[in-house]
T-cell receptor, first 114, second 110 residues
Framework: DTEVIQTPKHLVMGMTNKKSLKCEQHMGHRAMYWYKQKAKKPPELMFVYSYEKLSINESVPSRFSPECPNSSLLNLHLHALQPEDSALYLC?????????????FGQGTRLTVV | AQSVTQPDIHITVSEGASLELRCNYSYGATPYLFWYVQSPGQGLQLLLKYFSGDTLVQGIKGFEAEFKRSQSSFNLRKPSVHWSDAAEYFCAVYGQNFVFGPGTRLSVLP
């Protein structure tokens, strides 16, 4: 199984809502990533978890809160978002953040903040 | 710090024609290089990767790429493009994490 599963595929939320994005992989990967991708732009790294510990936070606003409950799951909790946060949110995993390996990407969650 | 440039924002080719997408990188150590493809609204799919060894690497869907250290380049090629190849192509370098180039959008004319 070489799949990264992201749910939901689409999400519309108001600026006062609290929602969560979920990501799951069963490849035994110990590094997991959240990327944000705006239209016609490359993915931008938000967070990296390595062995279930947050190793990189690319100065992401606190309205985005990542969580790694175990080695297979990665969540992104959303609260008080702004319309400019609307984007495709991609989850990825790799064997380890410094290993000779590629990142496997999920299909993404298309988030719209209204 | 690592960085990736893709000089061509948009390329249009005719179906059956050959293709080359350019990628240049900057990284202080031996780079790990990748090409990903993304169809509209979809995630990224790995086409090929270079870690070491043979500088010409073969990937899926008939793509290949050549690593040229002297030019800091990792250009993607395909001898004959199919209409289904129309997509966004991202070159990426892995140092401390994956950093993507700005992307090249490929359009294919029938």
């Amino acid at each position: 199984d070489t799949e990264v599963i992201q749910t939901p595929k689409h999400l519309v939320m108001g600026m006062t809502n609290k929602k969560s994005l979920k990501c799951e992989q069963h490849m035994g990967h110990r590094a997991m990533y959240w990327y944000k991708q705006k239209a016609k732009k490359p993915p931008e790294l938000m967070f990296v978890y390595s062995y279930e510990k947050l190793s990189i936070n690319e100065s992401v606003p606190s309205r985005f809160s990542p969580e790694c409950p175990n080695s297979s799951l990665l969540n992104l909790h959303l609260h008080a978002l702004q319309p400019e946060d609307s984007a495709l949110y991609l989850c990825a995993s790799s064997q380890a953040s410094r290993a000779l390996n590629e990142a496997f990407f999920g299909q993404g969650t298309r988030l719209t903040v209204v | 710090a690592q960085s990736v440039t893709q000089p061509d924002i948009h390329i249009t080719v005719s179906e059956g024609a050959s293709l080359e997408l350019r990628c240049n990188y900057s990284y202080g150590a031996t780079p790990y290089l990748f090409w990903y493809v993304q169809s509209p609204g979809q995630g990224l799919q790995l086409l090929l990767k270079y870690f070491s060894g043979d500088t010409l690497v073969q990937g899926i869907k008939g793509f290949e790429a050549e690593f040229k250290r002297s030019q800091s380049s990792f250009n993607l090629r395909k001898p004959s493009v199919h209409w289904s190849d129309a997509a966004e192509y991202f070159c990426a370098v892995y140092g401390q994490n994956f950093v993507f180039g700005p992307g090249t959008r490929l359009s294919v004319l029938p």
